[in-house]
């Protein structure tokens, strides 16, 4: 049985490597790495089919290592001890390299098991993932590792590689394929930045084409079939997947209910449910924030609903709240305050805490102040009570100012009536 065309063309070298640039160009992070020699444990986090599989094996051939692979959705613990037991034999002696394909299909126990390993560099470990590693991959893993982000390929990328396809079509089969540009473009723009999918794509283009003379020739037409369904998340002006979820943030925002209903409709028609939900559940807090707390819930709410009844059903509670959203009142304070308060963590670093706030401790022999001496706020007037309460490097740094809607407006009011309750 012959390969597949997309393992055919796949790139030996990262110069033929399609997209990823903010990677793999030159001077990037990960192009440093790999022509570096030494390789560290690595995650790559990405959709399918954007080239994760092929730059670990042209880092598995430059560095010399022997290369083991494993898929998490069929791999055992013991395929895991077979790879272990290989440890300082002769075949590895340049090291092992594990390469784990979708590694979020592991379980806890299974993941642990490689830590010792990965830890004191027997096994140099290249893990990837299609979802975020942040949530599906064991946090000892990730502390471990450095995670790259492979992005969907854009359309101008995947045109060259779909020429190539076509070439090698025609050498192998003896004959001429004769593709025009709306027919390659239609492919680029079909495929959601999946470089596999194009290609796949491109060699049922070919079965499906006309033959006489020996040339097959591709038309639009033959392409509708293939491709309807991909069409409808990128149109022909080159809009990406993200470009799609940041023009509908953006109109929420804009609270443009019109045009972030347009985006919505886009995205459910390519079935992309997920993408939206989430960018909804972020726009509750990011972007309404405090002005309308309730947004969450409601959100939330919509978006359980969504994924429960799936389409065409799902459309009625994602347009109920994406009104909501662009319609409600604006307010990114908490955005910005955590920003801040994030800004000042990197700065300073774990700083100590006031000693009235941390937990009873006894007080040794140095200690210069005996005593915990913590002001119980419910045992005060208005349940509040001033002291401090960040570190003493910090003390007077502000994150967080009240907003000019009614509601942040409403929590300043009350805050000001207890600092006055104070000086009476």
């Known amino acids: 049985m012959s390969a597949p065309l997309a393992d055919k063309i796949r790139p030996k070298s990262l110069a033929d490597v399609v997209g990823q640039e903010h990677i793999l160009a030159e001077g990037k992070p990960l192009r ?85 390993y990965i830890e004191n560099g027997d096994i140099t470990l290249i893990a990837s993932t299609t979802e975020n590693p942040y949530f599906s991959i064991y946090n000892a893993v990730i502390s471990r590792s ?83 369904r991909s069409n409808m998340r990128y149109d022909r002006d080159g809009d990406q997947h993200y470009d799609i979820l940041s023009a509908y943030h953006k109109s929420v925002r804009g609270s443009d209910e019109n045009a972030a209903l347009h985006y919505a409709a886009r995205l459910i028609e390519a079935g992309d449910l997920i993408s939206l939900c989430r960018r909804m559940l972020c726009i509750a807090s990011e972007d309404v924030g405090l002005a ?24 009625l509670p994602i347009a109920e709240a994406t009104i909501l959203l662009a319609t409600a009142p604006k307010s990114n304070s908490a955005c910005v305050a955590i920003d801040r308060a994030i800004a000042d963590v990197r700065e300073y670093g774990p700083l100590d805490f006031p000693r009235h706030l941390q937990n009873v401790h006894f007080d040794g022999e140095g200690a210069k102040i005996k005593g915990q001496h913590y002001k119980y706020p419910h ?22 100012e009240f907003g000019d809607n009614k509601q942040e407006q409403s929590a300043m009011q009350y805050r000001q009536k207890l600092l006055d309750s104070l000086k009476k």
């Open 146 to 228: 450095t995670v790259f982000e492979f992005k969907p390929v854009s359309p101008a990328q995947l045109i060259p590689a779909i020429k190539r396809a076509f070439r090698i079509i025609s050498e192998d089969n003896g004959c001429e394929v004769i593709a025009g540009d709306d027919v390659i473009e239609t492919i680029a723009y079909s495929c959601g930045g999946d470089v596999r999918k194009a290609m796949n794509t491109a060699e049922l283009a070919v079965v499906c084409g006309e033959s006489g003379n020996g040339t097959v020739t591709i038309t639009p037409e033959s392409l509708e079939v293939l491709a309807q």
């Open 292 to 315: 309308y707390p309730m947004a969450v819930p409601v959100v939330k709410a919509c978006v359980d609903s969504a994924l429960q009844l799936g389409v065409p059903e799902a459309k």
């Open 379 to 400: 045992d005060y007037p208005g349940h509040y009570v001033e002291q401090q309460y960040l570190p003493d490097a910090i003390k007077d740094h502000v994150y967080y």
């Open 32 to 116: 440093r790495i790999i022509e570096s020699g030494t390789v560290p444990n690595m995650i790559f986090y990405g959709p399918s089919g954007v080239g994760k599989t092929t730059v670990a094996r042209i880092i598995a051939e430059n560095c010399g290592m022997s290369l083991y692979r494993l898929n998490g959705t069929n791999a055992s613990t013991a395929d895991i001890k077979e790879v272990v037991a290989d440890i300082g034999t002769f075949g590895s002696e340049n090291g092992i390299l594990l390469y784990l394909d979708e590694i979020q299909y592991l379980n806890k126990k299974q993941q642990q098991s490689l830590l010792e």
